[in-house]
């Protein structure tokens, strides 16, 4: 008869998922660092080897530890422990218990997508860079930060490129669309919105777009409100999984849950906050483009616009002649 371990158990698979391994990316030894000070110590930052010692010595799982049914990880990539991690999505059921909840459900993105609730789309591709000599804006997995599309000025592609990558002559993109990096990124999970003037762009290929329909009981606001809760953001970590040296998430996107509020009037309640701030700041980019528009002491491109504020004058020009 094999030999048995005490903490052996019959049709379960023990994972540990913990944060460190006693190796840095080079295959160097990782040490801990004093939050005191800042600096190494001697002791090698091995958080796997807790959990180990946990299972082996007192037969238990830690906060980075659990058993998972032997015959259902199959589907579940059973190579990638970070998946099995269930810390986010309790902390989103917690969050959903909380009185300011009440009245509300869940759902996946995959189950709005699905309904007909969420619409969505992925990047037109990525043009080389020796096609990058015209004035169409090419957004990059780097140029989504902050809640904010960043126009680079260096990187643009000329009209007819730009409709190849659309497929037609419109990019297929609306004002307030909601945008993340899918794959290459650290910031997998961040999402930005598209902002007036920024719908002609063609996006990297890595990237997802998502916007609420028109049968949608919330707006892209809402939307955009429920993805930055913490414990919606969480959950990106765990379905993010590396690609040989990249960032990816596949199809896994649609597994992230958000709240579903019970009313349009809801939805409009609490993401009033954001709706005032992106509205309020086209507001304040439209007026500063409508003055230097008037004159031509200056070259700005900015993030919200399409054209820099020299082919906006050009254009201007052009239509008085």
Same mark, same amino acid.
Request: charged content about 30%.
């Given at each position: ?10 049709? %379960? @698979?023990?994972?540990?998922? *913990?944060?460190? !391994?006693? +190796? =840095? ?6 040490? &801990? #660092? ?105 957004? %990059? @997995?780097?140029?989504?930060? *902050?809640?904010? !599309?960043? +126009? =680079? ?6 009209? &007819? #490129? ?160």
């Amino acid at each position: 008869m094999p030999h048995k371990p005490a903490w052996f158990r019959e049709d %379960k @698979v023990f994972v540990s998922y *913990a944060p460190t !391994v006693g +190796i =840095n990316k080079d295959g160097e030894e990782l040490f &801990v #660092v004093d939050p005191e000070t800042g600096l190494r110590t001697s002791e090698i930052d091995d958080q796997i080897k807790a959990d180990v010692i946990a299972l082996v010595d007192n037969l238990e799982t830690t906060d980075t530890s659990r058993w998972i049914d032997a015959g259902s990880p199959g589907s579940q990539l059973l190579a990638v422990p970070n998946y099995f991690d269930e810390r986010s999505i309790r902390d989103f059921e917690v969050l959903m218990e909380s009185p300011e909840f009440e009245g509300y459900t869940s759902k996946t993105i995959g189950e709005l997508i699905n309904s007909g609730t969420l619409e969505s789309s992925h990047g037109h591709g990525s043009p080389s860079a020796d096609f990058r000599t015209g004035h169409v804006p090419y957004i %990059k @997995v780097s140029d989504i930060r *902050a809640g904010q !599309v960043n +126009i =680079n000025p260096t990187n643009r592609v000329p009209d &007819v #490129v730009a409709e190849r990558f659309w497929k037609g002559k419109e990019s297929g993109l609306k004002a307030f669309d909601l945008i993340t990096p899918i794959r290459t990124s650290k910031n997998i999970g961040e999402f930005a919105l598209i902002m007036p003037g920024q719908e002609r762009v063609v996006l990297t290929k890595e990237v997802l777009v998502l916007r609420a329909s028109e049968n949608a009981p919330f707006d892209n606001f809402y939307l955009l409100w429920a993805m930055t809760l913490k414990a919606v953001r969480r959950q990106w970590n765990r379905i993010v999984f590396m690609q040989t040296n990249r960032e990816d998430v596949g199809k896994r996107y649609e597994e992230i849950r958000i709240p579903v509020p019970p009313s349009r009037e809801e939805a409009d309640a609490c993401s009033k906050a954001f709706r005032n701030y992106y509205l309020g700041t086209q507001k304040l980019r439209d007026d500063f483009l409508t003055y230097l528009a008037g004159e031509d002491k200056h070259y700005i491109f900015m993030a919200s616009a399409v054209a820099s504020v020299d082919e906006i004058v050009d254009d201007s020009d052009a239509a008085t002649d």
